[in-house]
């Protein structure tokens, strides 16, 4: 699995074309625009559409009421959004950067992890990147489909994938 993750710099005319260009080498596009108002995002997804971009191709970042108005692919949630994922038609995956968090993400039915960071990254400079043994020690203690994020690069998609990691999410790949 792949997953491209927007970069919070909004859903200009040059990420929609970005979004565009990529839907055709990536399994989902996840749509992490924090920084814009609900409006602005569902908006952001109508132009998608309306573009050509697939709804079963994209995941919405915790607003999972637009998931279920547009029929998306899913809906990603942060690690403390505490919600059932059982109850929900569509994909729901979660963000854990610890073991624990990982455990929390499966109790909660969810369908996938990102487990993050796993090499450095120009994201979050101040986060300690958890390396490939870490990788490797949550894809062999969870069930569910555990995908790399953080510092991904083309070379070392290869490592994640040795690791355990079923796929892997970026931003910067896709993105910067």
Known sequence: MIHAITS???LTVQVINRIKEIAPIVDAIVIREKQLSFAEIDN???TLLQAGVKAKQLIIHT???LAYKYSLLGCH???NQAINAAQHPFLCGQSAHTKEEAYQSVTRGMDYIYFSPIFPTTSKLNVPAKGLQALTDIC???EIPVLALGGMTHTNTRKVIRAGAQGYASI???FD
């Open 8 to 10: 919070g710099k909004g």
């Open 63 to 65: 607003h999972m009421e």
């Open 44 to 46: 952001g997804i109508i």
């Open 172 to 174: 910067s790949m896709f």
């Open 77 to 79: 949630l942060a690690a």
């Open 140 to 142: 062999q203690v969870v």
